[in-house]
């Protein structure tokens, strides 16, 4: 699926002196089977920008086109079964009395019969390494388990589009890295994915295109060397390092990745 | 025994102490802490690391009252939480993890005074301390705004400014900077940095990098105490950081991969200086 962005526009509490403008005017692609990261400073715009994606926020000004179809047009629960939207902590919406029936409620609502609804739960389960948690109480869970718990409820819609809002913050580090490898597994399967993150080194690894937002604009989009490289200040430490060596060894290139970057440190070692 | 103290007061020499604390939740089959004992004495910088289920939050909660130990005993400037959690309320102030949880009022400025009202603070004094804690956090200019219309990280602020306001002897810090942005992170910690050094500070976090001025790092896995190192040590450790799911930062990564001393370098500055060294002296002799 192609996800588009036209202009998009939102002001929170508009015509009251709390008004605040936070997006002003954002065009964006998300192509089909790409990872896109949307990285920016706290109060950006990047959660005001997801939330539009699927327009759990109505748009003040702008359009949101899916395969060229404005959105609005769209059954909204056709649009929300297409494009997925993990929230921030979504853990907090967790209700059910197992993380199984948990997971089960969205798939069940788009009217399938219980021995699909029970595939895809298992499927998602097993996606997010989950299983052996299906039987449990949510609220029994530790924070990283209700996290993958949460995230499974949405994948089981099969989503094209997976929106994921900060789906990292609070994660240790193992279970970050497993969330990244599922990112990469799902592109794989042919889902699109936004990745909104604070953690460029995270976005630097999965992401193939990257999006600064910085109040409610689009400031660069492009391939995650091609925008980090422009401004080394604000990109991830691979980045950082290697920029710094650049004047010195200009054969390091403009590697990105860990492993590329640790490549091109080796390489530096070995002349 | 360390904590024999005076023999009067158990726990009553440290800020906080924990014997032998074990504690399930209901309906769990494994206990999510199991017989801990730790010591954290006034002044101390202490850094809590672990995956997640490893128990981190567990502690938190047993230690301002929110929760109590199956067995064992926590003493909070020598008060049990348990019994007393108002009175420990005064001394321990926590900062959680999730800031959406924490905010209540209308406003930021008066979300910033709750925990003051609650200890009945003076009018006047409130005003000033809220005011330094707003720009203790750089939140000037967000006094009137309502937290619902705030980002994740600037709502995270908000709750710091509140425990800055309250300015309790032990700070406890669940993931203080799990929705800020690197400028954001950097910011806080030096809001930590800054306080003053007879501040009990215990910090959980999945950011290694956050501990290095720890005076030392408690490892929590699997509802145990399975270390309690200088986080020299711990960064050298590569056993106990893969045993334990733990995985350093960048910067020290490559460091470590590189062949360079991962604790020592900590800034993408220093790792490129060393990388740069390494490769002009090799020139030389070559």
Redesign the interface.
């Known amino acids: 699926m192609k996800l588009e962005l036209k202009d998009v526009r939102y002001v929170y509490a508009p015509g009251t002196p709390f008004e605040v403008e936070a997006l002003r005017g954002v065009s964006l692609v998300v192509e089909p089977d790409e990872v896109l990261g949307i990285i920016g400073g706290t109060g950006s715009g990047k959660s005001t920008l997801a939330q539009h994606m699927n327009l759990l926020l109505t748009p003040a000004g702008g359009e949101v086109l899916v395969d060229g179809v404005d959105a609005i047009s769209l059954e909204k629960s056709e649009l929300r079964r297409r494009v997925g939207l993990v929230f921030q902590f979504p853990e907090s919406a967790l209700f059910a009395p197992t993380v199984e029936e948990d997971v089960a409620f969205a798939p069940r609502q788009l009217g399938l019969d219980e021995e699909e609804v029970k595939e895809r739960v298992r499927e998602s389960l097993r996606a997010l390494g989950a299983e052996e948690l299906a039987a449990r109480s949510p609220f029994a869970l530790s924070g990283g388990e209700k996290r993958r718990a949460a995230i499974a409820g949405v994948l089981a819609m099969k989503p094209e589009v997976l929106v994921l809002d900060e789906p990292t913050a609070g994660l240790d580090p193992a279970t970050r890295q497993d969330l990244l490898a599922l990112i990469l597994g799902l592109r794989e399967a042919g889902v699109s994915v936004v990745l909104v993150s604070h953690d460029l080194d995270e976005v630097a690894e999965v992401t193939d295109r990257v999006c600064i937002l910085e109040e409610g604009r689009v400031r660069a989009v492009g391939t995650p060397a091609e925008v980090f490289y422009q401004d080394p200040t604000q990109a991830p430490a691979t980045v950082r390092v290697t920029s710094l060596l650049k004047e010195a060894k200009p054969e390091i290139g403009d590697p990105v990745r860990f492993g590329e970057t640790l490549d091109a440190l080796r390489a530096l070692q070995e002349v | 025994m360390e904590n024999a103290g005076d023999g009067t007061h158990p726990g009553g020499s440290f800020a906080v102490s924990c014997e032998r604390i074990s504690f399930s939740?209901?309906?769990?089959e494994r206990p999510a802490l199991s017989d801990i004992s730790l010591h954290v004495r006034p002044g101390e910088y202490v850094g809590v690391a672990?995956?997640?289920?490893?128990g981190k939050?567990t502690l938190v909660r047993l230690l301002n009252g929110l929760l109590r130990p199956d067995s064992g005993g926590v003493r909070v400037s020598g008060r049990d939480p348990a019994t007393e959690p108002f009175e420990v309320r005064k001394h321990l102030g926590v900062l959680f993890?999730?800031p959406?949880?924490g905010l209540v009022a209308p406003f930021v400025e008066d979300d910033i005074a709750f925990g003051l009202e609650n200890l009945g603070v003076p009018r006047e004094e409130m005003r000033d301390r809220v005011a330094g804690a707003v720009r203790a956090v750089g939140l000037e200019g967000y006094e009137?705004?309502?937290p619902s219309?705030?980002?994740?990280?600037?709502k995270q602020?908000v709750a710091l400014a509140g425990l800055l306001a309250v300015d309790p002897e032990i700070l406890v810090l669940d993931?203080p900077t799990?929705?800020?942005?690197?400028?954001?992170r950097r910011e806080v910690l030096e809001y930590l940095g800054a306080l003053p050094a007879e501040k009990t500070i215990l910090h959980v976090t999945?950011h290694l990098e956050e501990l290095l001025d720890a005076d030392r790092i408690l490892l929590l896995n699997d509802g145990d105490l399975v270390a309690d190192e200088t986080p020299e040590r711990f960064f050298s450790d590569a056993d106990l950081l893969r045993e334990n799911?733990?995985?350093l930062?960048?910067?020290p990564?490559?460091a470590l991969?590189?062949g360079l001393a991962p604790a020592k370098l900590r800034t993408?500055?220093e790792?490129?200086e060393a990388?740069?060294a390494?490769?002009e002296s090799?020139?030389r002799a070559g």
């Open positions: 939740y209901p309906g769990s672990g995956p997640n289920g490893g939050s993890q999730n959406e949880n009137r705004r309502e219309t705030l980002s994740g990280g600037e602020r993931e799990s929705m800020l942005d690197a400028a954001g999945h799911r733990l995985v930062p960048v910067v990564r490559l991969e590189l993408p500055e790792l490129a990388i740069l390494k490769t090799g020139t």
